[in-house]
Structure formats: structure tokens, C-alpha cells
């Protein structure tokens, strides 16, 4: 069965940092992109960003670009977003999903969300 | 930025009737190397995460029931659920993923009236 199991969520203060982690098990991780989704309180989803299945594209949105970071680990298939100068903005349900492709596409399997908040 | 309207913003619709969700991209997301559609839907039941129904348009993700369809190219498409059923309350989206940034619609909320 394919999972997606998110963690690291948690309470921050503005301008602090969090790494978040999503541990795959179920398919080849090695042949799939990866993404991270949010959706803040009562919102819609938003895109954060994307990493190729090698590791060696990685894609932001602009609201995030510059303080987050994309990673990958393909021989322990974890995924991972380092969040840095966390802003209120920023809170929100992170969730992880697998991609269709090597290449972002649609997202056929989503974890279940790890929350963060951003308060002082 | 490729910008996605769903319309309506929330739809309530008698159970075993049709409900039909709109989405529209700002820019054509057919790909004309490939002929494809760039756009997915997907269902997000409350306190769940979403769940993938359609991709590239019109294709039915596995275990997703008939009732749901989904059609329309370049600019303009439909989600279809043709009968709804109690269990279909949720918010659907649209995505595009022809380019970077990723975009998704506002969501449409269906209810049961």
C-alpha cells in the first residue's frame, strides 16, 4: 500500500524555522517527483513546491522562495521541507504528495498533513 | 501565473441529481506537443486530505466511480457528477500543471439540498 506519513509540524514563534518530513513507503520513491501542498485555516490548497525524482530540480512558489528549501533523501525515501523566517502566513496544513512522474504532474497519493502555526 | 475560477463558490444539489462544477484557466493549458490537457480535479472530504479523481482532464483515477466525469479542453472545463450521492460532500478543485507555479482553483463546495 502506498503511504505518505508527514511529520515536524508544530507551534513556532515568527522568524523561527522547521524542517518537515514525509516518510514514503509503498512504491519506488526513487522514480517519482515529490511535492508539498498547503492549506491554511479554512482556505484552499496551495502549492509550495516540487523536487524531480533525481533530486536535481527543485521548483517554489514565490511566497515561499528563498526561505523554504526542497529536499530529498532517496535512500532512506524521505522527503523534507526546511521552512526558515517562519511568518504567520505560513500557517497552515502541509501536506506531501507523490507525483504522477518523475516530473511534477498531477498528485496521485497525499499524506494525511502535519499542522504548523506561526504565532508569537 | 496560469490563474484557475471555479463556478460556482458552493453548489447544493439533491441527492441522485446532477451536480456540475466549472473551471476556467486564465491561459490554455493544452499542450499541443502531446495533445493533452494539463488539468486534474481532485475531492477533499472534510477533515481529509484531497484525494485525486480526474487527471489530464477527463481520465477517471482508479476506484473513482462512474458518476464522476470530467471533460473541456484548452481553457474551459466541467467536473460532472451525475447522480450525487450522500458520500460526495466535499470541496472540489482544479489544478493545472502545464506550468510552474503549480495553481489550483478556489475550490467548490457540494452540498446535499
Known amino acids: 500500500e502506498v503511504q505518505l506519513l508527514e511529520s515536524g509540524g508544530g507551534l513556532v514563534q515568527p522568524g523561527e524555522s522547521l524542517r518537515l518530513s514525509c516518510a514514503a513507503s509503498?512504491?519506488?520513491?526513487?522514480?517519482?517527483?515529490m511535492s508539498w501542498v498547503r492549506q491554511a485555516p479554512g482556505k484552499g490548497l496551495e502549492w509550495v513546491s516540487s523536487?524531480?525524482?533525481?533530486?536535481?530540480?527543485?521548483y517554489y512558489a514565490d511566497s515561499v522562495k528563498g526561505r523554504i528549501t526542497i529536499s530529498r533523501d532517496n535512500s532512506n525515501n524521505t522527503l523534507y521541507l526546511q521552512m526558515n523566517t517562519l511568518r504567520a502566513e505560513d500557517t497552515a496544513v502541509y501536506y506531501c504528495?507523490?507525483?504522477?512522474?518523475?516530473?511534477?504532474?498531477?498528485?496521485?497519493?497525499w499524506g494525511k498533513g502535519t499542522t504548523v502555526t506561526v504565532s508569537s | 501565473d496560469i490563474v484557475m475560477t471555479q463556478s460556482p463558490d458552493s453548489l447544493a444539489v439533491s441527492q441522485g441529481e446532477r451536480a456540475t462544477i466549472s473551471c476556467k484557466s486564465s491561459?490554455?493549458?493544452?499542450?499541443?506537443?502531446?495533445?493533452?490537457?494539463?488539468l486534474t480535479w481532485y475531492q477533499q472530504k472534510p477533515g481529509q486530505p484531497p484525494k485525486l479523481l480526474i487527471s489530464?482532464?477527463?481520465f477517471r483515477a482508479s476506484g473513482v466511480p462512474d458518476r464522476f466525469s470530467g471533460s473541456g479542453s484548452g481553457t474551459d472545463f466541467t467536473l460532472t457528477i451525475s447522480s450525487l450521492q450522500a458520500e460526495d460532500v466535499a470541496v472540489y478543485y482544479c489544478?493545472?500543471?502545464?506550468?510552474?507555479?503549480?495553481?489550483f482553483g478556489q475550490g467548490t463546495r457540494v452540498e446535499i439540498k
Open positions: 504528495a507523490k507525483e504522477s512522474s518523475a516530473s511534477p504532474r498531477y498528485k496521485d497519493v
Open positions: 509503498g512504491f519506488s520513491f526513487t522514480s517519482y517527483a
Open positions: 523536487i524531480r525524482n533525481s533530486g536535481d530540480n527543485t
Open positions: 491561459q490554455s493549458v493544452l499542450y499541443s506537443s502531446d495533445n493533452k490537457n494539463y
Open positions: 489530464w482532464a477527463s
Open positions: 489544478q493545472q500543471y502545464y506550468s510552474i507555479p503549480q495553481t
